[in-house]
């Protein structure tokens, strides 16, 4: 069964709740984010740690946004399925691509649009679900 991405999605929020950091969906201004600078990320609120993601953002953008943010977190000691431990490997901050062996799940590299700016693509996003 190929990776539904609000499957990916739901599984990230998890396991955020399972580092006890609350995921927040939210329709953030228009004029603060957009289709091509997606806002959003990990912050503190009232000493609580908390992942806002824009609503209105696209399921790629709203997977990206939630696991760069578990990228900044120690999740060494939580169980988390392959996909999305490599999804959020795939986000964090110096990530670089590497060859993929055989049956591993492949990460996209960035491209990059007008302007020169690197767009964000959505890694993992053909690959296939490992349930134990």
């Not at 609000?6 to 955020?16: G, I, K, M, Q």
């Not at 999305?84 to 649009?113: D, K, M, N, Q």
Request: with cysteine.
């Amino acid at each position: 069964m190929w990776v539904e991405l609000s499957r990916l999605l739901d599984e990230l929020t998890l396991a955020a709740s399972k580092v006890g950091i609350a995921v927040r969906m939210e329709a953030f201004d228009p004029h603060l984010s957009d289709a091509r600078n997606p806002r959003g990320g990990l912050c503190k609120v009232l000493g609580r740690r908390l992942i806002l993601v824009d609503a209105n953002a696209s399921l790629p953008d709203r997977i990206a946004t939630i696991a760069g943010a578990l990228a900044r977190v120690d999740l060494e000691s939580v169980f988390l399925p392959p996909i999305v431990r490599a999804t959020i490997g795939a986000h964090a901050p110096g990530a670089r691509p590497r060859a993929a062996a055989p049956g591993e799940p492949v990460r996209l590299s960035a491209r990059r649009g007008r302007g020169g700016k690197a767009q964000r693509l959505l890694p993992l996003a053909r690959t296939k679900w490992r349930d134990a």
